[in-house]
């Protein structure tokens, strides 16, 4: 099984609401990670986590804060976002987070920022 | 500088009509090569990884192959089904020593019955 779940798969939000989305995976892995993708672009790394902790991130904008709860859940929370932050934000996790890890992403949260 | 560039960037074929997609890389150090197949709205699902120059892995109708510089993937005899954006990534070292995927830009292959 490589499943990773993400929750809501839709959200339409407002510039001064705060929503979270979330994802969870049960296979044991210990790397999780964040990524935007716009339309008919590759994902953008924003967040990976190690082990439960912060390990890259790439330059995000305070707006995002990641969250990672446990070794299976992984938290994005978002705040006064802007509407070119409308897009699709993937979960991926790995084993680990050393080479030759293969990622496996979520179906993704469609993101509408009115 | 780390690069991944995919051509074409479209494809169209028709049903049964093989053909290949590239991926070409530089990369200081490479960990491992990616193939994943992305759906509209959907998130990537994996379909193989490369690790050395000369590895080849099959999966119905398609196969990956690397060479140092680049990989292909093959597809035999496509079915409209396998119409999808096709996404190479490889994993390049960063200097604080973590490891990160570089994506191509991906080819959407149209695949017409």
């Known amino acids: 099984d490589t499943e990773v779940t993400q929750t809501p798969k839709h959200l339409v939000m407002g510039m001064t609401n705060k929503k979270s989305l979330k994802c969870e995976q049960h296979?044991?892995?210990?790397?999780m990670y964040w990524y935007k993708q716009k339309a008919k672009k590759p994902p953008e790394l924003m967040f990976v986590y190690s082990y439960e902790k912060l390990s890259i991130n790439e330059s995000v904008p305070s707006r995002f804060s990641p969250e990672c709860p446990n070794s299976s859940l992984l938290n994005l929370h978002l705040h006064a976002l802007q509407p070119e932050d409308s897009a699709l934000y993937l979960c991926?996790?790995?084993?680990?987070?050393?080479?030759?890890?293969?990622?496996?992403f979520g179906a993704g949260t469609r993101l509408s920022v009115l | 500088e780390d690069q991944v560039t995919q051509s074409p960037e479209a494809l169209r074929l028709q049903e049964g009509e093989s053909s290949s997609l590239n991926c070409s890389y530089t990369?200081?150090?490479?960990?491992?090569l990616f193939w994943y197949r992305q759906d509209p709205g959907k998130g990537p699902e994996f379909l193989f990884t490369?690790?050395?120059a000369g590895e080849e892995k099959e999966k119905e109708r398609l196969k990956a192959t690397l060479t140092k510089k680049e990989s292909f993937l093959h597809i035999t005899a496509p079915k409209p089904e396998d119409s999808a954006t096709y996404l190479c990534?490889?994993?390049?070292?960063?200097?604080?020593?973590?490891?990160?995927?570089?994506f191509g830009t991906g080819t959407r292959l149209k695949v017409l019955a």
């Open positions: 490369l690790y050395s």
């Open positions: 990534a490889v994993q390049a070292t960063l200097s604080s020593g973590t490891y990160k995927y570089i």
């Open positions: 991926a996790s790995s084993q680990g987070s050393a080479g030759g890890n293969i990622q496996y």
């Open positions: 296979m044991g892995h210990r790397a």
């Open positions: 990369v200081s150090g490479l960990r491992g």
